[in-house]
Nanobody, 112 residues
């Protein structure tokens, strides 16, 4: 059973930055797709960003130009660099491996 552990969530002011990490319990080198989703209270879980084994990235329109997803296969870790955060980014952020395994989430709150 693969485990994904997210970290890096915090309370941050609008315009601030955070970097989320997702550590996998096994190698992600051959994993086709890693990604980040988020879910705000009362809303459905939504895509934030994905990255393929080859490094191709995909972003939700709402985060393009502000968020960057990356993967470090040597560390079995996926990152989400979030800049210029907005209150609308407040949510629990989840990591996924091939949309099959999911982490428990890390809370991001953007508020002044």
């Amino acid at each position: 059973q693969v485990q994904l552990v997210e970290s890096g969530g915090d309370l941050v002011q609008p315009g601030g930055s955070l970097r989320l990490s997702c550590a996998a319990s096994e190698s992600i080198f051959n994993i086709a797709l890693m990604g980040w989703y988020r879910q705000a209270p009362g809303k459905q879980r939504e895509l934030v960003a994905t990255i393929t084994r080859g490094g191709t990235t995909n972003y939700a329109d709402s985060v393009k130009g502000r968020f960057t997803i990356s993967r470090d296969n040597a560390k079995n870790t996926v990152y989400l660099q979030m800049n210029n955060l907005k209150p609308a980014d407040t949510a629990n952020y989840y990591c996924t491996m091939n949309h099959h395994y999911w982490g428990q989430g890390t809370q991001v709150t953007v508020s002044s």
